[in-house]
């Protein structure tokens, strides 16, 4: 039996489509929490998260994204992201999300490195001389005094959120053509220009 179409009016009880992004992160709380912040009704872009369930190893998460993709059925204009820190990770390890990103024109990877809140604290400085993890996290401490991979409260304007943007190109002059290799640069601004445009 065909299935059955339901035909509407146009311009009656209809929502404009709104984008999905899918956004596949090593973190649970901090990226989730920052990303959210995208997702209100109002916007032409709806986020949904792909949990890690404490398996954010790169391979893991390709493997639990690539399965997802599958099962969801994504449309051609939706956008699938790896959020992810160069911390830990060997290159080899990255550059298998980075292949897999680069197959399609919808996918992308956004790394930072040392980690992900060098992308927040360019929400506040110019990021300079960060070269480790923990100077990162004593950097953001600065403007966060409170902050410990909770940003719930945290409100971030547009301003900043441009400032963030600005500065993350920057420190990616020229563009890499895969990954931040070196500390203190970020693409995840690639997928904020995104969201926001």
């Not at 099962?71 to 990255?94: F, P, R, Y």
Request: aromatic content about 10%; overall charge positive; charged content about 30%.
């Amino acid at each position: 039996m065909p299935a059955r179409r339901d035909f509407k009016r146009k311009g009656v009880g209809l929502r404009p489509y709104r984008k999905l992004y899918l956004i596949a992160a090593e973190g649970e709380k901090t990226e989730v929490q920052y990303f959210q912040k995208f997702n209100n009704r109002l916007s032409t872009v709806h986020i949904q998260f792909l949990k890690s369930k404490g398996k954010s190893a790169p391979p893991q998460l390709l493997k639990r994204l690539i399965r997802h993709i599958d099962e969801a059925g994504l449309k051609d204009t939706d956008e699938v992201w790896i959020v992810i820190d160069k911390d830990a990770w060997s290159d080899d390890q990255i550059n298998a999300l980075f292949d897999w990103s680069s197959k399609e024109s919808n996918r992308g990877l956004a790394l930072s490195n040392p980690k992900f809140e060098y992308w927040l604290l360019l929400h506040f400085e110019d990021g300079m001389g960060v070269n480790s993890s923990r100077h990162c996290t004593e950097r953001l401490r600065r403007h966060l005094p409170s902050y410990g991979k909770n940003i719930d409260t945290v409100s971030f304007t547009n301003d900043q959120i441009n400032d963030a943007i600005r500065r993350a190109q920057l420190h990616d002059t020229p563009p890499c053509e895969d990954w931040p290799r070196s500390p203190g640069c970020t693409t995840v601004y690639r997928l904020v220009k995104n969201l926001i445009t």
